[in-house]
C-alpha cells in the first residue's frame, strides 16, 4: 500500500511559468516531508522540506505547501527554468523512524 | 559537504553471478540504505543498517544481501544476478540534521544480461 503518492507521472510547464507538483500522503504519523530532484545517471538530490508544524516553506524559487488536514502538499516552483527539467520525488519521514518513504515521482519538462 | 560515492557507475554482469555493489560515506553517519530505482516504481528500499554489523530488511530484500564491516562502508550483494535485477541501484547515507533526510551516492546502473 502506498503511504506517499504522486498521481502524476509527467508535467510540462513553459519556461517561466510556474510548475506545481502535487504530492498525497496516508500515514499521518509522517512528521517531515521532504522533495527530492532527480536528473538521469545521477542520484538524487535533496530540495526542501517541510516539519509537519508548517504549513509553508520557501527557499528561493522553491516552496512548499503542506495541508495535513487534506494529506496534501505540493511543490511551487517559480519561474521555472531549463534546469528544473528533472524526476522530483516526493518523500516522508515518520517520527522516531531513520526511513524515508518515497513517492514514484513526478518527471517535469520545462517547454522553452 | 557528505559524500557518498558509489564504486561502479554503469555495471554489465551475467546471469547468476554474485556481485558486489560498493557504496562509502565519508562523514561518520550510523544510517546507510540502499535503494533501486526503475520506472513507474519510484524508490523501493532493499535492506539498510543502523549500525557496523546490523541490517535490516527493507521492502524488497528478496534475491539480495548486505555487509558492513566497518562504518563508512555498505556493500549491496546480489547472490546471483538474475535479468529482473537490472536497474539503477542508489546507496544513501542519512545526515543528522533535521530535516535533511539523505544523501545519495550517484548510483549504479546495473544490467544483468
Known amino acids: 500500500d502506498q503511504q506517499v503518492k504522486q498521481n502524476s507521472p509527467s508535467l510540462s510547464v513553459q519556461e517561466g511559468r510556474i510548475s506545481i507538483l502535487n504530492c498525497d500522503y496516508t500515514n499521518s504519523m509522517f512528521d517531515y516531508f521532504l522533495w527530492y530532484k532527480k536528473y538521469p545517471a545521477e542520484g538524487p538530490t535533496f530540495l526542501i522540506s517541510i516539519s509537519s508544524i508548517k504549513d509553508k516553506n520557501e527557499d528561493g524559487r522553491f516552496t512548499v505547501f503542506l495541508n495535513k488536514s487534506a494529506k496534501h502538499l505540493s511543490l511551487h516552483i517559480v519561474p521555472s527554468q531549463p534546469g528544473d527539467s528533472a524526476v522530483y520525488f516526493c518523500?516522508?519521514?515518520?517520527?522516531?523512524?531513520?526511513?524515508?518513504?518515497f513517492g514514484k515521482g513526478t518527471r517535469l519538462h520545462i517547454l522553452p | 559537504d557528505v559524500k557518498v560515492t558509489q564504486s561502479s557507475r554503469y555495471l554489465v554482469k551475467r546471469t547468476g553471478e554474485k556481485v558486489f555493489l560498493e557504496c562509502v560515506q565519508d562523514m561518520d553517519h550510523e544510517n546507510m540504505f540502499w535503494y533501486r530505482q526503475d520506472p513507474g516504481l519510484g524508490l523501493r528500499l532493499i535492506y539498510f543498517?543502523?549500525?557496523?554489523?546490523?541490517?535490516e530488511k527493507g521492502d524488497i530484500p528478496e534475491g539480495y544481501s548486505v555487509s558492513r564491516e566497518k562504518k563508512e562502508r555498505f556493500s549491496l550483494i546480489l547472490e546471483s544476478a538474475s535479468t529482473n535485477q537490472t536497474s539503477m541501484y542508489l546507496c544513501?547515507?542519512?545526515?543528522?540534521?533535521?530535516?535533511?533526510?539523505?544523501?545519495f551516492g550517484s548510483g549504479t546502473r546495473l544490467t544483468v544480461v
Open positions: 544513501a547515507s542519512l545526515t543528522g540534521q533535521e530535516g535533511y533526510g539523505y544523501t
Open positions: 543498517s543502523y549500525d557496523v554489523k546490523m541490517k
Open positions: 518523500a516522508a519521514r515518520e517520527e522516531g523512524d531513520d526511513k524515508i518513504i
